[in-house]
């Protein structure tokens, strides 16, 4: 099925959940443009059919340069901000650069993203911005300040940016996703299990016994929620935000 034929998407972040989004939604037949800051990261998509480029979401210049050069050729109706770090610490244990750092990325850059592809939006007719936040920007968690600081701000920055440009046809909305399978979770739990003596696996375990459906979100399931918000079938909503957990209490 192809929901998303004749659309051109941006997605920056190449990474676990990023490069998936990027996978699906040219499965669903958009042309597919994929950021990182990382030569390494894009390799994995490279060859994907997909086109690729060396960009840092924090340098505002380069981001506002890449988007009218990846517009020139046709419009950018489709964006997803999927790049993001993940720093973790106590309030007294966390770094200020470490701080400084989730912010810029996970919430700062998701502006000058937004900043630029709305205008290019606005002047091609409309389009669909979908920002990945995650279950911490819908609720604290103990040595996460950063994380969650940076992920309700991008709820916050969605939820007013909908209202801003909906009558230019644009919608943006957010997918917050659970416990992923991924190397970021997997280096989370490690660090649990190190600072409460345990093991990964009962770290595991101790997550499963939250969720409702028994296993840990799938990049794939965030990708498909990410086509659907992007797709004609939300045409009708904006400003929202899609909680993909498997049912995690």
């Known amino acids: 099925m192809s929901l998303l034929r004749g659309r051109r998407a941006v997605v920056t972040g190449a990474g676990d959940i990023g490069s998936v989004v990027a996978q699906r939604l040219h499965e669903h037949g958009a042309a597919v443009e994929v950021w990182d800051s990382s030569q390494a990261s894009l390799a994995r998509v490279e060859a994907g059919g997909m086109d690729v480029r060396l960009v840092d979401v ?9 988007a009218e050069d990846a517009a020139a050729a046709a419009p950018v109706n489709v964006l997803a901000n999927t790049a993001a770090v993940a720093r973790f610490g106590s309030l007294a244990e966390l770094d200020p650069d470490d701080w400084q750092e989730t912010l810029d990325v996970n919430l700062t850059g998701v502006y000058f993203c937004c900043r630029a592809f709305a205008t290019l939006m606005a002047a091609g007719g409309g389009g669909s ?49 659970g416990a992923v399978e991924s190397q970021m979770n997997t280096d989370t739990m490690a660090r649990d299990a190190r600072r409460y003596g345990t093991t990964v696996e009962d770290v ?11 296993r840990l979100v799938q990049p794939a399931d965030v990708a498909d929620a990410v086509v659907f918000l992007a797709s004609d079938l939300s045409s009708c ?3 929202e935000s899609l909680a993909v957990t498997g049912g995690i209490f």
């Open 204 to 214: 595991e375990r101790r997550i499963l016994t939250r969720t409702a459906l028994g």
């Open 58 to 66: 924090t340098d505002r210049d380069a981001v506002e340069a890449a």
């Open 129 to 177: 911005i979908v920002n990945i936040s995650s279950i911490g920007g819908l609720r604290g968690e103990a040595d996460f300040a950063a994380y969650c600081a940076s992920k309700f701000g991008v709820i916050g920055l969605t939820q007013s940016l909908a209202r801003e440009v909906g009558a230019s046809g644009i919608r943006v909305n957010t997918v917050c996703p």
């Open 237 to 239: 909503i904006t400003g």
